[in-house]
């Protein structure tokens, strides 16, 4: 893929808002991302596994997956890449295992950042990777206050449910 496509990408990309008037950064960024590419229903992330990866969706549709305790897959999210969306970012910060699988819907090409050429990075220029895991870091509070209001919402849900079935007397609140 040409450099000028990944620059293009990559300037559209939420995660790197704060660089993306900044040719040197961008250029910087380019040269540690790869590109792949895979067909439908190709699995990209597995639950579960260590990864090191973060990946942009260039190009297709994928669906985040999580499994539930009885180890059935339920969708969480479909991503389109006129979106502009990324996904395994968490990778990049530590080497903890995937907390969600990622499947192809259709043929998909990606932009893809490894942990180590992101830690080097990083190293080489510490202003930009502090922006860049700066950003990260926002993204991940953004997922955490969503994940909390969604937790609250279901078990007011839950124990609205208790509490019609005779279980419990609802609190007023």
């Known amino acids: 893929m040409a450099e000028q ?3 293009d990408k990559l300037k559209k990309i939420e995660l790197f808002r704060s660089i993306r008037d900044d040719e040197q950064s961008l250029a910087k960024l ?3 991302v790869s590109w792949q590419q895979c067909k439908a229903g190709d699995q990209v992330i597995t639950e579960g596994e260590e990864g090191s990866e973060l990946y942009i969706l260039h190009r297709g549709v994928v669906s985040i997956l999580k499994r539930t305790l009885e180890q059935e897959s339920y969708t969480i999210e479909t991503l389109k890449d006129d979106e502009d969306v990324f996904f395994g970012e968490l990778a ?3 080497k903890e295992v995937r907390s969600a699988s990622v499947i192809a819907n259709t043929d998909c090409e990606f932009l893809v950042i490894n942990r180590e050429d992101f830690t080097r990075l990083g190293e080489e220029d510490p202003r930009l990777g502090l922006l860049v895991t700066r950003a990260i870091g926002g993204e991940l509070s953004k997922r955490l206050r969503k ?3 969604d ?6 849900a839950l124990v609205g449910q208790v509490a019609e079935s005779g279980g419990l007397e609802p609190s007023s609140g």
Do not use: S
Request: no cysteine; net charge neutral; hydrophobic share 60%.
């Open 5 to 7: 496509n990944i620059l």
């Open 147 to 149: 994940a909390n209001k």
């Open 30 to 32: 380019t040269r540690i």
């Open 92 to 94: 990049l910060m530590d």
């Open 151 to 156: 937790m609250i919402i279901l078990f007011e």
